[in-house]
């Protein structure tokens, strides 16, 4: 069936530095790919997104890159923050449009 | 109102109860989806209702059972649960499937414990 890998599991970094986190997806007909940032307790709440007809979308200090032949994409957060930590959550569209499945999620730390 | 409301945001059920979680929204989106999402883990897709038809059932145990009166509400019935169903129970909508996905929104989510 569907699936979507998401690595690494998880990430600390310092204060200031880049996180990258990369995910790969095996459906083809995706066409859609959300980021979501889940803290403690609260519901994932979308970051980014992308879709299959663009190769890079960046807003400030978040970027997302997609690669529609190697079926991988990745989230790059740039010049971190403390408050940047938390889960953060892969997803690609599948199931013909009608549903998101998950990767696994990656823990980013950053310390100050 | 750009808003998945759930109510109740907390729910605590024994394995002989009867309760339901409820979702509403009033973005005009025409697909509506559960999920169900354990500590540490992704949220894992449950049910996806397209223009309040039930569309997809990811094997989900008949103890939970989905509803869709209208086009902003969905439900979820829950009857005789286990422990292990204990969870976050998230709703999503997003526009109508089939067209260019995008603007999924989450609820704030039901946490269910079932004693």
């Known amino acids: 069936g569907e699936n979507v890998e998401q690595h690494p599991s998880t990430l600390s970094v310092q204060e200031g530095d880049s996180a990258v986190i990369k995910c790969t997806y095996s459906?083809?007909?995706?066409?859609?790919f959300p980021w979501y940032k889940q803290e403690l307790g609260k519901r994932p709440q979308l970051i980014i997104d992308i879709r299959s007809n663009v190769g890079e979308k960046k807003d400030q200090r978040i970027a997302v890159t997609l690669n529609k032949t190697a079926k991988h994409f990745s989230l790059h957060i740039t010049e971190t923050q403390p408050e940047d930590s938390a889960v953060y959550f892969c997803a690609a569209s599948t199931k013909a449009g009608t549903a998101l499945i998950f990767g696994k999620g990656t823990t980013l730390s950053v310390s100050s | 109102d750009t808003e998945v409301t759930q109510t109740p945001k907390h729910l605590v059920m024994g394995m002989t109860n009867k309760k339901s979680l409820k979702c509403e929204q009033h973005?005009?989106?025409?697909?509506m989806y559960w999920y169900k999402q354990k500590a540490k883990k992704p949220p894992e897709l449950m049910f996806v209702?397209?223009?309040?038809?039930?569309?997809i059932n990811e094997s989900v145990p008949s103890r939970f059972s989905p509803e869709c009166p209208n086009s902003s509400l969905l439900n979820l019935h829950l009857h005789a649960l286990q422990p292990e169903d204990s969870a976050l129970y998230l709703c999503a909508s997003s526009p109508p499937t089939g067209t260019r996905m995008g603007g999924y929104t989450f609820g704030s989510g039901t946490r269910l414990t079932v004693v």
């Open positions: 459906d083809s007909a995706s066409n859609y």
């Open positions: 973005m005009g989106h025409r697909a």
């Open positions: 209702y397209s223009y309040e038809k039930l569309s």
